[in-house]
């Protein structure tokens, strides 16, 4: 087993991908004691049955005491009443992390909450699903995953050091973004494919829906994610995915412009590169899960 980085993991919001991570600590290591924090105790009880977390809690305070890492898992709106509530509980060991889709405002918060150069790593691992509940919680959700943590100039080397452990324990790979760097891309990579699911879904008449094949189901799956979720992310990370809409539409007016031509050797060029720049993607991808 090696050393043990971790003794307690406190994971606050017990639903897909809080329940993952506590499922995760425990398959990486079954010593870990894992405490969920919960709005409701409907929703801790399932966690426990599932095997997420080891104890349960309705109070931030009581959860994270005597935590060597703090997960927070909840939807971006509720940070702030947990990290105030977590505030004078924390141990002066503890680290705190996030899953959160947006980094900028997250970080913001968090250092006018728990200090500039406090215990805050900004993290977010790339790997979800459409459904919520920790019954869709998985352990090996983060394997082969990249997890982005986020520090600043401010952030203490051991804090980083310890969010980056962490995901390295649950199975994802860790890259180092500044806040602004990751919204950006994200933006691009992430809020703006469901942006363009949701446009796909709703350009069409609902009597050629019959006709949907496995190709459109495979481009709008995303868009049967949560819908109140999804808002939350756009508007927490809004300049940055303008900016990615607007960068789509520029490649889509070009499209069309081709289209309208009926510029073959253009589209054919356009469709090349696209497909080029998508298969080295996925071979990149196999290579580093090998």
């Given at each position: 087993m090696g050393e043990r980085h971790f003794h307690q993991v406190t994971v606050v919001g017990v639903g897909l991908l809080g329940g993952s991570v506590g499922l995760a600590?425990?398959?990486?290591?079954?010593?870990?004691?894992?405490?969920?924090?919960?709005r409701r105790k409907s929703s801790l009880d399932r966690a426990l049955a599932a095997g997420a977390i080891d104890r349960a809690?309705?109070?931030?305070?009581?959860g994270v005491a005597g935590s060597d890492m703090v997960v927070l898992a909840t939807p971006l709106g509720a940070y702030e009443d947990h990290l105030l509530a977590m505030a004078?509980?924390?141990?002066?060991?503890?680290?705190v992390t996030d899953v959160g889709s947006t980094k900028n405002i997250v970080v913001r918060l968090a250092e006018s909450v728990l200090g500039r150069g406090g215990p805050f790593v900004g993290s977010h691992p790339m790997a979800g699903g459409e459904r919520r509940g920790v019954e869709f919680a998985r352990a090996d959700l983060f394997v082969g995953a990249t997890c982005v943590v986020t520090p600043t100039a401010r952030t203490p080397a051991r804090h980083l050091q310890r969010a980056e452990q962490l995901w390295k324990m649950l199975g994802g790979m860790t890259v180092r973004m500044?806040?602004?760097r990751h919204d950006r891309a994200v933006a691009r990579v992430s809020h703006l494919p469901h942006v363009l699911a949701a446009l796909i879904v709703m350009g069409q008449r609902q009597g050629e829906l019959p006709l949907a094949g496995k190709g459109f189901l495979d481009v709008t799956r995303i868009a049967s994610g949560d819908p109140a979720l999804w808002r939350e992310i756009i508007l927490t990370n809004h300049k940055a995915v303008l900016?990615?809409?607007?960068?789509?539409?520029?490649?889509?007016t070009h499209l069309r412009d081709l289209v309208e031509l009926g510029d073959a050797p253009g589209i054919e060029r356009f469709l090349t590169r696209a497909k080029k720049r998508r298969d080295s993607m996925v071979h990149q991808r196999l290579r580093r899960r090998q």
């Amino acid at each position: 087993m090696g050393e043990r980085h971790f003794h307690q993991v406190t994971v606050v919001g017990v639903g897909l991908l809080g329940g993952s991570v506590g499922l995760a600590v425990k398959a990486a290591d079954q010593a870990i004691q894992v405490v969920g924090v919960g709005r409701r105790k409907s929703s801790l009880d399932r966690a426990l049955a599932a095997g997420a977390i080891d104890r349960a809690t309705l109070e931030t305070a009581d959860g994270v005491a005597g935590s060597d890492m703090v997960v927070l898992a909840t939807p971006l709106g509720a940070y702030e009443d947990h990290l105030l509530a977590m505030a004078g509980a924390l141990s002066p060991k503890a680290t705190v992390t996030d899953v959160g889709s947006t980094k900028n405002i997250v970080v913001r918060l968090a250092e006018s909450v728990l200090g500039r150069g406090g215990p805050f790593v900004g993290s977010h691992p790339m790997a979800g699903g459409e459904r919520r509940g920790v019954e869709f919680a998985r352990a090996d959700l983060f394997v082969g995953a990249t997890c982005v943590v986020t520090p600043t100039a401010r952030t203490p080397a051991r804090h980083l050091q310890r969010a980056e452990q962490l995901w390295k324990m649950l199975g994802g790979m860790t890259v180092r973004m500044s806040p602004g760097r990751h919204d950006r891309a994200v933006a691009r990579v992430s809020h703006l494919p469901h942006v363009l699911a949701a446009l796909i879904v709703m350009g069409q008449r609902q009597g050629e829906l019959p006709l949907a094949g496995k190709g459109f189901l495979d481009v709008t799956r995303i868009a049967s994610g949560d819908p109140a979720l999804w808002r939350e992310i756009i508007l927490t990370n809004h300049k940055a995915v303008l900016a990615a809409i607007d960068a789509a539409d520029e490649h889509l007016t070009h499209l069309r412009d081709l289209v309208e031509l009926g510029d073959a050797p253009g589209i054919e060029r356009f469709l090349t590169r696209a497909k080029k720049r998508r298969d080295s993607m996925v071979h990149q991808r196999l290579r580093r899960r090998q």
